[in-house]
């Protein structure tokens, strides 16, 4: 009995996030399934669907009818609504969307517990990096933040203060990529904002992509793949980051104690490939197929 995998997600050449799911789905899943990547909702039957982020009230109309037929799906929202005034208004916002659907995937434990009590099915499948990416060896021994600047608590103070390349990066391929050294990559949100409950490992996994040593305060996702005792931790007022940053361009600067960060964090950056991710999806779509043919 032959299954159908829809991907619904917004395609773009300007949306990162869309592409790098896109190319999962056709290369780092089981190239046994029938993966068919769509913007739209194709009616079907024993049939798997998958929403990436975007949803629309359409879809949320026929997702009860398309039940019927013996159909499941799946929704992973990323950084959706990622803005929210606060993570109350955000649950009270997503848990009647949640409810459409047969199961969640979220992008950190620390979400997945947060709606413990909304959503009964929850996965988790952290970001991955982009395999577009090609890393050179050429090392900068400087500090870098990739990113959005609505998306981290720097402030241009800071930035200037504690010598930080502020790389906001364009949606841009190329010019994204020319922003991206191997180098030192930071990170620090505070928890005043939503995102840093919603956070993703996307500027985790791009510094290791590129071999680079991540700075970071404990943003739950990080934590979470980096545990309590990670090296480059900065508290949250900021009091060690020059300590931090000083501690880290020496070991950038040494090949032997760079080195080995590098082989420390390599099972990090092992979990945050998109060859390792792509199994997390097969995984649970192994699991619906079962389902599925199991009514048949």
């Known amino acids: 009995m032959k299954v159908n995998v829809y991907v619904i997600i917004q395609t773009g050449l300007n949306n990162g996030s869309s592409i790098m799911k896109t190319s999962i789905f056709k290369n780092y899943v089981n190239k046994k399934f029938n993966i068919i990547i769509t913007q739209n909702i194709i009616d079907d039957k024993n049939s798997i669907y998958i929403v990436i982020k975007k949803y629309n009230k359409d879809l949320l109309k026929r997702i009860t009818n398309l039940k019927k037929f013996n159909n499941y799906f799946i929704y992973e929202p990323l950084d959706i609504l990622w803005t929210c005034e606060s993570m109350s208004i955000y649950k009270k916002k997503l848990t009647p969307i949640f409810n459409a659907f047969d199961e969640i995937i979220f992008s950190n434990e620390s979400m997945r517990y947060f709606f413990r009590n909304e959503v009964e099915n929850s996965y988790v499948i952290y970001h991955e990096y982009d395999n577009r ?113 000083d501690r880290s361009k020496k070991i950038f600067s040494n090949e032997k104690l760079y080195n080995d ?22 995984k649970i779509i192994k699991r619906y197929i079962k389902k599925i043919k199991s009514i048949n």
């Open 133 to 245: 990416y090609n890393p050179t060896l050429k090392k900068n021994n400087i500090v870098q933040y990739i990113g959005s600047f609505d998306k981290c608590s720097f402030s241009n103070e800071d930035f200037e203060k504690y010598n930080i390349v502020n790389s906001s990066c364009s949606k841009y391929l190329n010019k994204f990529k020319d922003k991206v050294l191997t180098s030192i990559h930071i990170d620090f949100l505070k928890n005043t904002k939503s995102y840093y409950y919603l956070h993703t490992s996307t500027k985790l996994s791009t510094a290791l992509c590129y071999n680079s040593i991540f700075i970071c305060n404990k943003i739950p996702v990080y934590k979470e793949l980096l545990g309590n005792k990670y090296e480059f931790y900065i508290e949250d007022d900021l009091s060690n980051l020059q300590s931090v940053v």
């Open 261 to 282: 960060y590098v082989r420390k964090i390599a099972k990090v950056k092992k979990k945050l490939s998109p060859e390792y991710v792509g199994l997390r999806y097969t």
